[in-house]
């Protein structure tokens, strides 16, 4: 993780803010909340936005016609629990899993959507990603304010409130709440983000990684996924890495979009699996279909 985005991090759990993430597609901004979480050992919720996303989403969701069907088939005479049609979002499982997990006051039981990955991590830290905040209405951010800067808030369909608990040290007195979570935002700035938002938040830029950068990056990746990345992977990731930078010069005097970090490992992919150097006679071919992609023609 590069220095400066370390700080923020810190500067982010100090303060209690959101950290708001900007920066080019695919320049890492989405993977550094699971990374933060990993590296940590604390529990990790995502929330993938798009324009038909509400607030509401990230807190939970009411299912109106299950609730509906099921008032059909009982009749008047046979009382439906609202909290049965009650999902937890990801905001509400990394404040209070234990409520979100349900069980008590006639709630059902509840199952965490990230058990596999959270099993075993601890249950009083979470990293929270909103990936992509950009792409909601414009209103979207603005309305999370009051949950994301109070850390609580009340399930409207059920009246049922939502805080984030603090810890208890058992040697000292109950403490601060500020730097028990992440919540980590990314924009790639196809929409600007209202200046109320703005200032609730730590805000950093992420620089696309230099040609050093994503060799660690590769090595890191494929370290984690493969289990191994051998001198000569890390060979055929450097000379990657530099086709990548001379594509990027290319791209800009062709006005094509940027390749990418995720692109980078996927040409990376690619050529150890097919044997493909970029010396190699299909490494022109190769580059088209992972770095720089032909635009589509305008008609």
Known sequence: MPQEVALAVEVALATGRPLLLRGEPGSGKSS???FVARDRGWRYYEHVVTSRTKSDDLLWTYDHVRRLSDAQVRG??????????????????AFDPVSAAGGTDGSPERTDPWVDINAGR???????????????????????LVPLGSHQFTVSDTGEKVRKNRTTDTESSTTDSRGQHLIIITTNEERELPQAFLRRCVVASLAAPGSDRLVEIAGRHFEEYDGGFPAADEHLARELAEEL???RVEALRLAMRAPSTAEFLDALRACRALG????????PQLKSLTLLKPQQPET
């Not at 970029?278 to 490494?283: H, I, M, T």
């Open 76 to 93: 008047p005479s046979t009382p439906l629990v609202d909290a049965h049609y009650v999902t937890p979002g990801a905001l509400w499982w």
């Open 32 to 34: 550094l909340a699971a």
């Open 122 to 144: 601890d249950a009083r830290h979470a990293v929270v990603l909103i990936d992509e905040i950009d792409k909601a209405d414009p209103d979207m951010p603005n309305s999370l």
């Open 276 to 283: 493909i150097g970029v010396g190699d006679e299909r490494w």
């Open 245 to 247: 930078e001379r594509a």
